[in-house]
């Protein structure tokens, strides 16, 4: 199956009536699998240069952000890394890996909760605040920069609001 453009004029109402149509499925659901890769070679398209340009200011993954951010959200109380690992769909070694590197960075602390568990809860250190800000410029740039000539700001409303529907 050949991946075909629709003409940049249509309107999301319009392409809707006819996407089946323009992609020659006989099976409407094969849009849910078209929707699945088309996310997929996007992140595939995008991500390459969204990480070379953290790794050049010293950011070791993308995920570092999100982390960062929920650690500067949570202020002075800081952020359990059990409720960060649901937030950020995480599995709790993965999560626990990114910690240790952006601890070592220097970005981040982390202390053990009081208690039975072995919890854990991060703050940030003078030199990771504002640090998500940093990073959060580099991936605006990139995704302007990639979405903004072929979505207009309201198309781009429509698709985050679809795509926030996949959330489970």
Known sequence: MTLR???AAQTP?????????????????VGYNRV?????RIQRTLMPGIEKALR????????????????????DSGVQMLALQK??????YALSRHVARI???????REATGGAGRGQI??????????????????????????APQLSPEE????LGMLNRLYR
């Open 5 to 7: 453009k629709l003409p």
């Open 13 to 29: 109402d319009t392409a809707l009536q006819n996407t089946q149509a323009a992609f020659g499925d006989s099976d409407p659901t």
């Open 36 to 40: 699945f890769f088309a996310l997929a």
């Open 56 to 75: 050049d200011m010293g950011i070791g993954d993308p995920l570092w952000y999100e982390i960062l951010l929920a650690a500067e959200e949570a202020g």
């Open 87 to 92: 937030r950020l769909f995480v599995a709790q």
């Open 103 to 109: 601890e070592r960075a220097g970005f981040l602390r």
């Open 122 to 147: 991060l703050y940030l250190t003078p030199l990771g605040k504002g640090m998500h800000a940093n990073i959060w410029q580099v991936y605006q740039a990139k995704i302007q920069s990639a979405f």
């Open 156 to 159: 781009a409303y429509v698709l």
